[in-house]
């Protein structure tokens, strides 16, 4: 049962932009939904979190990353706009059940799979 699915990743050179796609199963889509990144060699990090309407921004990606949701289609984008290569890594999305502690990714109960960004300089 495949819960959350995200595609749109890509190679890129700096200063260009990715939208990121996640599509939810309707069991989940109500869940807040978070993005987080893994660059090589280092630790998952949160980049950016829906719940409901609420948006929340790790430092890296406030004013050049924009998390929304549709509704009619159970996606959650990312928006990605001047890319950088310290950008480059593999995106998941994931979700987890109530708006406490958003950052903490022991709480998201359902991960998609991932999908590649690499921004080249």
């Known amino acids: 049962q495949v819960l959350l699915v995200e595609s749109g990743g890509a190679s890129v050179e700096a200063g260009g932009s990715l939208r990121l796609t996640c599509t939810a199963s309707p069991k989940i889509y109500s869940y807040c939904m978070g993005w987080f990144r893994q660059a090589p060699g280092k630790e998952r990090e949160g980049v950016a979190i829906?719940?409901?309407?609420?948006?929340n921004y790790a430092d890296a990606a406030m004013g050049r990353f924009t998390i929304s949701r549709d509704g009619a289609k159970r996606e959650v984008y990312l928006e990605m706009d001047n890319l950088k290569p310290e950008d480059t890594g593999i995106y998941s999305c994931a979700a987890k059940p109530g708006p406490d502690d958003i950052w903490a990714q022991r709480l998201y109960t359902y991960w998609g799979q991932g999908t590649q960004v690499t921004v080249s300089s």
């Open positions: 829906i719940c409901g309407a609420e948006t």
